[in-house]
């Protein structure tokens, strides 16, 4: 049985890196492609979030703002102040970095409800700041006119590879970054306040610290991904501080599998897929006789309400269990044959 934890990790990596670089070479559909890249993106928003929520045990929704001002820093500076594309991203990422250690100051020192009030009000706050400068932000109707990204005369928007790989790689080098954080004593100084605070503290583990430093952590990719995400769309929108983006990318958290980083990697490009066809489906709305959005929304509710119910490890949660009980059938096996 296959282990997925042990000796065939490594074989079972490269098998799906070859196929993540021959998806372009064997997918025709434009559409397809377009929603691999939207999923990759959100994936690694969701991915950063779990770092948070899942290790760090602080529920929040500040990852979307996160997220958005990326977007709109990089689009700012290169539609307004004309920074190239390639240096925009970078800052957009640092300018998420800088609003993730605002929002952690207080952030860090509340409990429960009281962080996700907090945190979804600095979101909203960010989404007021950039609907009240419409002439800088483009208001309501959104930043349009964002630059595309570009090498030399080569345009990314010509080619169906050049997103994709650009996006893969970016969402390759995020999954390391956070499974190389969980695993060291940073992480797992995280886990011991999340689960025993009071004897974390009193061992000498600085709780506001360490917190603040996973908000600041998980910021990053985020924000570069905002700014991908504005120059591949060649928009920066307040959709994105929406409510329903909001719901999806918990969804790829809590079904992907809370403190797993690979469960949100994974459910988020899958849930991409599912939500975005679901909702360019005609049968959906005249199955259920409304509008195809609503739908949507449903059944992803549905989907979180089920997760929770039946299997709260989420998807990589299930996995990791076959995982364990193929290691303990084969050492069960092997002690019979010893006996």
């Not at 907090?118 to 009240?132: D, G, H, N, R």
């Amino acid at each position: 049985m296959i282990r997925f934890f042990d000796a065939n990790r490594r074989l079972l990596a490269l098998i799906g890196i070859a196929v993540f670089l021959a998806i372009p070479l064997v997918v025709e559909n434009k559409l397809l492609i377009h929603l691999a890249i939207l999923g990759m993106l959100y994936a690694i928003v969701a991915s950063n979030w779990d770092l948070t929520l899942g290790y760090a045990g602080v529920f929040n929704f500040a990852h979307l703002a996160f997220f958005g001002i990326g977007a709109y820093t990089s689009g700012i500076l290169t539609v307004k102040l004309g920074f190239s594309p390639w240096l925009g991203i970078p800052c957009g990422a640092a300018t998420a970095a800088l609003a993730s250690i605002i929002v952690s100051i207080p952030a860090v020192r509340l409990r429960g409800i009281y962080v996700a009030l907090l945190t979804f009000a600095c979101s909203q706050l960010v989404l007021l700041l950039l609907l009240s400068q419409p002439l800088i932000t483009g208001g309501q109707q959104g930043l349009t006119g964002v630059p595309q990204l570009q090498i030399g005369d080569f345009r990314f928007r010509e080619s169906k590879f050049a997103h994709f790989y650009l996006v893969g790689a970016l969402l390759l080098c995020s999954t390391i970054f956070l499974r190389r954080l969980v695993t060291s004593d940073f992480g797992l100084s995280l886990i011991a306040l999340r689960d025993f605070e009071e004897y974390a503290v009193a061992r000498g583990i600085p709780l506001a610290r360490q917190r603040l430093l996973a908000f600041l952590f998980s910021s990053i990719f985020p924000g570069l991904a905002g700014g991908v995400y504005a120059h591949f769309l060649i928009v920066a929108s307040p959709d994105i501080f929406g409510f329903s983006l909001a719901t999806l990318l918990l969804s790829m958290v809590l079904v992907g599998g809370v403190a797993t980083i690979f469960g949100p990697v994974v459910i988020g490009v899958l849930m991409t897929y599912v939500s975005e066809l679901m909702a360019s489906s005609a049968w959906m709305s005249e199955v259920f006789g409304i509008s195809r959005g609503p739908v949507r929304f449903m059944f992803v509710a549905v989907i979180i309400v089920l997760t929770m119910r039946f299997f709260p490890g989420g998807v990589w949660g299930l996995i990791k269990q076959y995982s364990a009980r193929s290691r303990l059938g084969d050492a069960t096996t092997a002690d019979e044959e010893r006996a």
